[in-house]
């Protein structure tokens, strides 16, 4: 299957130019974000990501980072494993707790929880697979409170998430987080495109 474009270095603004662009194009990352993305449960948000997502994310890390030409390939090899490559949908899972205390404590429990993630829809399930770049549990187990999820799609399942209407649920199955939350159906066909 032919994965979806990647980002370049010709995809990459200046950074005075993004600078005046800045307000602007995060006012779009905001509308574009708001169909990819599901809370599920009180503490796990789940963002999809997408080139458009993707290229936002490396534009801001140069920005604020200040690196110059020398940080763009570092940016892109980051960030460029993190866009759907046809087949598969990718999120970033956030777990977030505002009081520094309770965050602690509750992360400090769900070690393992970017295992336990998956999407059900006409009685299948895609497991998400987390990326492996840095590992996000610790022996002790406790987890970081940012995970990177791939979900790989076979064909067929990519058919029916497609159709209008499919019923897709999301749900964290953790011994100490166990949450479901269904898609909405304009945040279905929203990560229905990632599909080449």
């Known amino acids: 299957m032919q ?12 950074m005075p130019v993004y600078a005046m662009e800045r307000a602007d194009r995060r006012r779009q990352m905001t509308e574009l974000k708001r169909n990819r993305r599901l809370a ?19 534009h801001e890390m140069l920005y604020i980072e200040k690196g110059g030409e020398a940080q763009i390939e570092d940016e892109l090899a980051a960030y460029n494993p993190l866009i759907p490559d ?3 949908l990718v999120a970033t899972m956030l777990i977030e707790i505002e009081d520094a205390e309770r965050r602690a404590r ?3 429990t769900f070690g393992g929880i970017e295992e ?3 999407i059900s829809f006409n009685g299948d399930v895609v497991k998400a697979s987390p990326e492996l770049d ?5 022996p002790d187990g406790k987890t970081s409170s940012v995970h990177f999820l791939k979900f ?3 064909p067929a399942q990519i058919e029916v998430f497609r159709k209008p209407g499919t019923r897709v649920v999301i749900g964290v199955r953790h011994p100490n987080y166990d949450h479901m939350a269904a898609l909405p159906e304009a945040v279905r066909s929203e990560l229905a495109r990632d599909f080449a």
């Open 3 to 14: 994965p979806l474009r990647q980002i370049t270095r010709a995809d990459i603004l200046p």
């Open 86 to 88: 046809g087949r598969s």
């Open 116 to 118: 336990t993630v998956g």
């Open 106 to 108: 509750l992360l400090a």
């Open 134 to 138: 840095v590992e996000r549990t610790t």
């Open 40 to 58: 599920v449960g009180p503490h796990v948000m789940l963002l999809f990501e997408s080139f458009e997502t993707m290229l936002h994310q490396v």
């Open 152 to 154: 790989f799609f076979t």
